[in-house]
Structures are given as structure tokens and as C-alpha cells.
């Protein structure tokens, strides 16, 4: 159990344009789903936690105008890269919390803009 | 702010040596303590979780956490080249998380 998918595994785009990244839990509801970034070789950054029904809170320094989060059900949480650039480009994680466990991690989007 | 430390690395040990990860952590009102393993371009994985002072031990792997002194340690018995990783310390209380910046070990054959 705790199976945490995300779609897709990877994006090329170009710059200007919008990317929308899925983020489900399999097996379990999740009220709770976070969406990380990670450059290459560098540590797990949270951007946003995001709650089912609700807004997402964001972290310092994240645009929550160009990272839309929505968490419209108990298995799906979605990041919507807004206008996209090449400084975008990284790879993003999604966990999704399983009530009385932990974080159990989705395998990740690549995204490259262009 | 609630830090998490750990070296950084990379750890090498030859392969069937005992791996020692060390994580010290600033926020007291830690309840929960796991760690992760993230191979290069993966996403991470749960390894291990410990809750209570002691050790928990897991097949090949110990976790030991000590809330007085704020640390929190895994130990990889018998290591493999496959346990070559970044290991993330990760201190929480309910579902949030504070990720350490990892540890990258480095099991030599």
C-alpha cells in the first residue's frame, strides 16, 4: 500500500507556456499533499502544502500565483506551472500524507523548458 | 526555524561495513523521525521511522534517536553497493516534515 503516482514523468515545453503536473494517491485518501522542487544536486525544497478543499498554504518566496495548487479531491492534488520559463525548469515531488503513517513520495516530474 | 543537520558527505565505507548516518535536529517538539533514501534522479523512499527513545531495528538497518540530545542516527549493517544513496533525516510533528539536506553514501565494492 501507500502507492503515490504523478503525471507525467516528464515535460519539454516552451517558455510562456503552462504546465499542469497530477499528483494522485492510489491506495489511500490524502487530505494532505505537498509539492516539492529539486535542483540537480541539491536539497528537497518544499514549495507548498496543499489540503483537500482548501487553499494551498505556500512557503516563503513561492509565487503562488505562478504555482497553482488545487486539491479538489482526497486522491488527486495538481501543480500548475504558470507561464513557464527556463529557470522553471527542475524536478518536482509530490508526497501525499497517509493519516497515522508519514509522506509517501510520487516518483516525480521532470519538467525542461525551453 | 526549525533546522535539520546532517554531513553532507559523500560517506564512503567498503561493502560489508557498518554505515553510520548522523542527524541532529533544533525543533523539541519533534514527535516522529524517519528517514528517507533517494538514488540519484529518484524520488525518496521511506527506509526507516522511530518514535520513541532507543533503537528500532529493520532487516539491515537501525534507527536510534535520542530526544534529550536532539539526534536521531541509522545504521546500514553489512553495506551494499545498492546502498549507495542521498540519506534524508526527516524530524516531523503530525503530517509535516523538516527534511535534512541528506547525506550521500558511498558503498565501495
Known amino acids: 500500500g501507500a502507492v503515490v503516482s504523478q503525471h507525467p514523468s516528464w515535460v519539454i515545453c516552451k517558455s510562456g507556456t503552462s504546465v499542469k503536473i497530477e499528483c494522485r494517491s492510489l491506495?489511500?485518501?490524502?487530505?494532505?499533499m505537498f509539492w516539492y522542487r529539486q535542483f540537480p544536486k541539491q536539497s528537497l525544497m518544499l514549495m507548498a502544502t496543499?489540503?483537500?478543499?482548501?487553499?494551498?498554504?505556500?512557503e516563503q518566496g513561492v509565487e503562488k500565483d505562478k504555482f497553482l495548487i488545487n486539491h479538489a479531491s482526497l486522491t488527486l492534488s495538481t501543480l500548475t506551472v504558470t507561464s513557464a520559463h527556463p529557470e522553471d525548469s527542475s524536478f518536482y515531488i509530490c508526497?501525499?500524507?497517509?493519516?497515522?503513517?508519514?509522506?509517501?513520495f510520487g516518483p516525480g516530474t521532470r519538467l525542461l523548458v525551453l | 526555524q526549525k533546522e535539520v543537520e546532517q554531513n553532507s558527505g559523500p560517506l564512503s565505507v567498503p561493502e560489508g561495513a557498518i554505515a553510520s548516518l548522523n542527524c541532529t535536529y533544533s525543533?523539541?517538539?519533534?514527535?516522529?523521525f524517519f528517514w528517507y533514501r533517494q538514488y540519484s534522479g529518484k524520488s525518496p523512499e521511506l527506509i526507516m521511522f522511530?518514535?520513541?527513545?532507543g533503537d528500532k531495528e529493520d532487516g539491515r538497518f537501525t534507527a536510534q534517536l535520542n530526544k534529550a540530545s536532539q539526534y536521531v542516527s541509522l545504521l546500514i549493517r553489512d553495506s551494499q553497493p545498492s546502498d549507495s544513496a542521498t540519506y534524508l533525516c526527516?524530524?516531523?510533528?503530525?503530517?509535516?516534515?523538516?527534511f535534512g539536506k541528506g547525506t550521500s553514501l558511498l558503498v565501495t565494492p
Open positions: 491506495d489511500f485518501q490524502a487530505t494532505t
Open positions: 526527516a524530524p516531523g510533528s503530525g503530517y509535516a516534515l523538516n
Open positions: 522511530i518514535y520513541s527513545n
Open positions: 525543533d523539541r517538539g519533534s514527535q516522529s
Open positions: 496543499s489540503n483537500e478543499g482548501s487553499k494551498a498554504t505556500y
Open positions: 508526497s501525499a500524507h497517509r493519516e497515522g503513517e508519514t509522506q509517501y
